[in-house]
């Protein structure tokens, strides 16, 4: 069965905190993709990934970055966070062109 | 502009009554059109894929419609029940080469017992 795993489901931290959040699939896909889900926003890209060490910019990556070492994982990274970051972290994993396969998400309250 | 809006934005409905969510995108060029279901604190799950070529697409009781004339499109629950209570979002792919994908803000649907 097919698995994206975030490591945090709820976080809360103290603007100015470097906050890291993990994401796991074990389906072999290239492509992984990082969201943040604001009410009446919908999904907005922060970044993705179409291979290891690779990573381009989505639609709203200031004040983000992440990182992927090993196809498998895709982390998101704020390294300073700031209050208009609250919000709910979506990691998502797909082939090329293909469904997307979401985790369950990471609700992150900073303060 | 590459826009998706889908209405209503949030529905009450009783169990065991049907509804149509809609969706209006202004996205080219097209490639595909997902809808997905997003039950409250849960990541969004795929329910139904459709290509330019494809008007309808079901899924049990979720049937899903295409016009890629006036780019509208669908989703019709039937004889709703409990579990169907989430958000819907449609999701359109580009025709571009690359992975960009986007996003309407949701419908948010409540069944009643």
């Known amino acids: 069965d097919v698995k994206v795993t975030q490591s945090s489901r709820y976080l809360v931290k103290r603007t100015g905190e470097k906050v890291f959040l993990e994401c796991v699939q074990d389906?072999?896909?290239?492509?992984m993709f990082w969201y943040r889900q604001d009410p009446g926003l919908g999904l907005r890209l922060i970044y993705f990934?179409?291979?290891?060490?690779?990573?381009e910019k989505g639609d709203i990556p200031e004040g983000y970055s992440v990182s992927r070492e090993k196809k498998e994982r895709f982390s998101l990274i704020l390294e300073s966070a700031s209050t208009n970051q609250t919000s709910m972290y979506l990691c998502a994993s797909s082939l090329f062109g293909g469904e997307l396969f979401f985790g369950e998400g990471s609700r992150l309250t900073v303060l | 502009k590459n826009q998706v809006e889908q209405s209503p934005q949030s529905l009450i409905i009783l169990e065991g009554k049907n509804c149509t969510l809609q969706c209006n995108y202004t996205v080219s060029p097209f490639s595909n059109l997902r809808w997905y279901k997003q039950d409250t604190g849960r990541g969004p799950v795929s329910l139904t894929i459709?290509?330019?070529?494809?008007n309808t697409k079901s899924n049990g009781r979720y049937t899903a419609t295409l016009d890629a004339d006036t780019k509208q499109s669908s989703l019709h629950i039937t004889a709703s029940q409990l579990s169907d209570s989430a958000s819907y979002i449609c999701v359109v792919t580009l025709n571009t080469g690359g992975f960009k994908t986007i996003f309407g803000a949701g419908t948010r649907l409540f069944v009643k017992a």
């Open positions: 459709m290509t330019f070529s494809e």
């Open positions: 990934s179409y291979d290891v060490k690779m990573k």
């Open positions: 389906m072999d896909h290239e492509n």
